[in-house]
């Protein structure tokens, strides 16, 4: 998890990331920093710790400038201090840099860059360097950001700012990246409730896309695809339902909404119930797949669908299911479980059924997610945003679609 928030408008960048920063709090992190563009340049504060004690200690709003960026990181490689938070620069410091995910092949990137200076311990700093070095052959900021992308091999999302350069550039590739529109400016976040409070437009990015975000809008350029364009869409949600509303806990909250939200995962569109039940009668071999609660919800699902279908479902652990590969023919029907619908293992049991003509049915809370894209038909959860890191109410309304399910194949919609 951790958390990524980048922001380029007529405001002042650093309050509107501080808020963002809080408001990815929820994903867990270790340390955070900011790295704010002005005419002076590029400054950046950063530290292990809380993001209120940090600023306390540093004082993010000290930061001047229209054009930021800033992270909530929790360590996968090195360990947990001050130099390894995010941001990282490149040995100019004029290039700085956010990333959220794993490089995999930041060693050899590290060894064939012998004669850069590295600071920190982390896989990210690389992507600083790498810009660099492509920066030295006389590319643009652009083209040497594309060029350094393609050389990562893992998981990113990453933002990128040099000094001079009015502009933000985003990449993402397995981990989540969203890009918010507002009046004042534009957002590149991890997650959609860190700015909800400004803008409820967004733009779902997919893998390899990158990002050029400035004054006057984005542009978006596939490493696969090239140029494309991605819809604009509204989300439903809106701030207040990412506010705490009174309570001490979002898990408190959140599990107070279970008597709406299980009736709102069960309102759902009849024709396509239907659809998935033709697919689950016409299967041979059906998996549910899984990570965390959502395995759980799959386990628990595997029960109605034997009780109340008489169906018989296999259930895979998504971390698991490589090893089930072989079982996968045209004919194999995978529900493909997850909120969030970016859960990277999910998505790798996805890819997988994929490739062997499998049909994927996702279950997933969040529209224009990941998951919505690659499965052939999906549900979804609808239970609006769920904030707390342990589920509850997503927890019950996969239950009660998995329920809903069993119940239209038993020939019993109506019950
Ligand atoms: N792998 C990076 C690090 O350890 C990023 C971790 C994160 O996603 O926060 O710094």
């Given at each position: 998890m951790c958390g990524i928030i980048g922001y380029i408008g007529s405001e002042k960048a650093s309050p509107i990331l501080l808020k963002g920063m809080i408001n990815l709090e929820y994903r867990g992190y270790d340390s955070a920093g900011m790295a704010v563009l002005s005419s002076k340049g590029i400054e950046c504060r950063k530290g292990a710790g809380k993001i209120e004690e940090i600023n306390k200690r540093?004082?993010?709003?000290d930061l001047d400038g229209n054009i930021g960026i800033a992270h909530n990181r929790w360590a996968t490689?090195?360990?947990?201090n001050d130099i390894n938070a995010h941001p990282h620069f490149d040995c100019t410091k004029t290039i700085a840099i956010v990333h959220n995910g794993i490089i995999e092949n930041y060693k050899e990137l590290r060894e064939a860059l012998s004669d850069h200076k590295f600071?920190?311990?982390?896989?990210?700093?690389i992507i600083a360097h790498l810009i660099e070095e492509e920066l030295?052959?006389?590319?643009?900021f652009e083209e040497a950001f594309i060029n350094a992308i393609s050389q990562l091999e893992g998981s990113y999302a990453v933002l990128a700012i040099k000094a001079g350069e009015e502009k933000i550039l985003a990449a993402r590739k397995g981990s989540p990246l969203v890009v918010g529109i507002a009046d004042h400016g534009i957002f590149l976040s991890s997650d959609i409730p860190s700015f909800l409070e400004w803008t409820k437009k967004v733009v779902y990015l997919h893998d390899y896309d990158v990002v050029i975000a400035d004054k006057s809008g984005i542009r978006i350029y596939n490493l696969i695809e090239g140029e494309v364009s991605r819809p604009v869409d509204t989300v439903e949600w809106d701030a207040e339902q990412i506010k705490?509303?009174?309570?001490?806990?979002y898990m408190l909250k959140e599990i107070l909404e279970q008597t709406e939200t299980i009736q709102r995962a069960i309102q759902q569109d009849e024709s396509i119930v239907n659809r998935i039940v033709d697919e689950i009668k016409k299967a041979y071999g059906i998996f549910f797949v899984g990570c965390g609660s959502s395995y759980h919800a799959c386990l628990t699902g595997s029960y109605l669908f034997s009780k109340i279908a008489k169906t018989h479902v296999n259930v895979v652990l998504a971390s698991e299911f490589e090893n089930y590969e072989?079982?996968?023919?045209?004919n194999t029907l995978v529900f493909a479980v997850s909120?969030?619908?970016?859960t990277a293992d999910v998505l790798e049991a996805v890819r997988a059924a994929k490739r062997h003509g499998s049909k994927v049915i996702g279950i997933v809370?969040?529209?224009?997610s990941s998951l919505t894209r690659e499965s052939d038909e999906f549900l979804l959860m609808?239970?609006?945003?769920?904030?707390?890191?342990?589920?509850?109410k997503t927890y019950t309304s996969q239950v009660a679609l998995m329920t809903l399910l069993a119940y239209a194949l038993a020939g019993k919609y109506e019950d």
């Open positions: 540093l004082n993010f709003l490689h090195g360990g947990v600071e920190s311990e982390t896989d990210s700093e030295k052959r006389g590319l643009s705490k509303g009174g309570f001490e806990h072989h079982f996968l023919t045209e909120q969030s619908g970016e809370n969040r529209m224009g609808n239970a609006g945003p769920e904030i707390c890191v342990l589920s509850t």
